[in-house]
Structure formats: structure tokens, C-alpha cells
């Protein structure tokens, strides 16, 4: 099946709504068990200083989404993904990142947005995250001790930054779709 980028839109509720009732390590995401909800998200991904990119299938369907926070002040921004649970295993969601990250590094002058630092993080429980976050070319460089709270559990936070300089990912990027 061809996968491929693009802006999330809102019509893409209903699919949002899926990806959030697929499995339940989806509520660390967001409260979204409506379609009402479900808009109320999209809406969210669409704010101004948010570039959120809808992973497609060949159908264009959104089965997951790469969103940077953008903070123009600082040409920084904070990176944050999700799949649908049906769709995850298959190295999307690196590709997917590897697309959005490379773009928003990418200078304004060429199709970029021009920023000069991208961070994530990760909870340590979640190694997947973290082959994601490396596969898109961050580097670690820190650990925030007990930062969520989880079934009563402190939860520490592993820390992840990418800047222009660094080693391009040799992760093959999704393609964007043509408008």
C-alpha cells in the first residue's frame, strides 16, 4: 500500500476518532472519544503555531499524524506523533518523521519552515518511541527523572533534540502529496 504526507484537514475526524479508539495507549495522546472530540483535536492540530502532517493511506484516509509546536521566538519546535494501532510495525511513522522533521529544518527560502531546533521526548516504557526519535536523526541528551504520573507510578521522560548541523537520517523519508 502507498503511504504519503500531507496537512491534516478537518475532515479528517473521523479518522482521528479511529486512531484514538485503537488502542488504549492512545488516551496519553488526548481525550477524544467522540467524534465531537474528535474535531475538537483536529481543531487543536490546525492552530497557528502547530504544522501537524496526516499520514495517508493510498485512499487518503489519516492512520497517524507528526505534529511540531512551533515556537517562533525561539525557531524552535516540539515534535510529537501518533499511529493507529493497526498501522504501527511497519516503519511509518519513522519515515513520516523523518518528512516533517527534514521540512521544518529545511530554510523558508526552499520550501522549509525555517527552524533551527526540534525536540521530543519519550517516556522510557515506550522504546518504540524512541527508535522513531532516533530513526529521525535525534540525538539524545537527557533523562527527566519521575516526570509523569502513570497507574500511580512516577515515569521518567527521555529527552531528544535535532538541529540542522546534525547527520542527515538515513531513514527513507514518506513522500509528500501533490496538492
Same mark, same amino acid.
Given at each position: 500500500?502507498?503511504?504519503?504526507?500531507r496537512p491534516v484537514r478537518p475532515d479528517d475526524a473521523p479518522a482521528v476518532?479511529?486512531?484514538?479508539?485503537?488502542?488504549?495507549?492512545? +488516551?496519553?495522546?488526548?481525550?477524544?472519544?467522540?467524534?465531537?472530540?474528535?474535531?475538537?483535536?483536529?481543531?487543536?492540530?490546525?492552530?497557528?503555531?502547530?504544522?501537524?502532517? +496526516? $499520514?495517508?493511506?493510498?485512499d487518503d484516509v489519516l492512520i497517524g499524524q507528526v505534529s511540531i509546536m $512551533?515556537?517562533?521566538?525561539?525557531?524552535?519546535?516540539?515534535?510529537?506523533?501518533?499511529?493507529?494501532?493497526?498501522?504501527?510495525?511497519?516503519?511509518?511513522?519513522?519515515?513520516?518523521?523523518?518528512?516533517?522533521?527534514?521540512?521544518?529544518?529545511?530554510?523558508?527560502?526552499?520550501?522549509?519552515?525555517?527552524?533551527?531546533?526540534?525536540?521530543?521526548?519519550?517516556?522510557?516504557?515506550?522504546?518504540?518511541?524512541?527508535?522513531?526519535?532516533?530513526a529521525a536523526g535525534f540525538v539524545r541528551e537527557g533523562r527527566e527523572r519521575?516526570?509523569?504520573?502513570?497507574?500511580?507510578?512516577? $515515569?521518567?521522560?527521555?529527552?531528544?533534540?535535532?538541529?540542522?548541523?546534525?547527520?542527515?537520517?538515513?531513514?527513507?523519508?514518506?513522500?509528500?502529496?501533490?496538492?
Amino acid at each position: 500500500m502507498a503511504y504519503t504526507l500531507r496537512p491534516v484537514r478537518p475532515d479528517d475526524a473521523p479518522a482521528v476518532l479511529a486512531a484514538f479508539a485503537s488502542h488504549p495507549d492512545m +488516551a496519553r495522546q488526548g481525550d477524544v472519544h467522540t467524534l465531537a472530540d474528535a474535531e475538537r483535536q483536529v481543531r487543536w492540530m490546525l492552530a497557528d503555531n502547530l504544522r501537524a502532517t +496526516a $499520514i495517508v493511506d493510498a485512499d487518503d484516509v489519516l492512520i497517524g499524524q507528526v505534529s511540531i509546536m $512551533i515556537d517562533t521566538l525561539n525557531r524552535s519546535g516540539w515534535v510529537s506523533y501518533w499511529m493507529h494501532a493497526a498501522h504501527r510495525g511497519q516503519g511509518l511513522m519513522s519515515r513520516a518523521a523523518v518528512a516533517a522533521c527534514d521540512r521544518a529544518l529545511t530554510p523558508t527560502t526552499a520550501d522549509g519552515w525555517g527552524l533551527e531546533r526540534l525536540e521530543l521526548g519519550h517516556r522510557v516504557n515506550n522504546p518504540a518511541s524512541g527508535a522513531v526519535a532516533a530513526a529521525a536523526g535525534f540525538v539524545r541528551e537527557g533523562r527527566e527523572r519521575g516526570k509523569f504520573l502513570m497507574d500511580g507510578e512516577r $515515569i521518567d521522560v527521555l529527552t531528544y533534540g535535532r538541529l540542522p548541523a546534525d547527520p542527515a537520517p538515513t531513514t527513507e523519508p514518506l513522500p509528500w502529496r501533490e496538492r
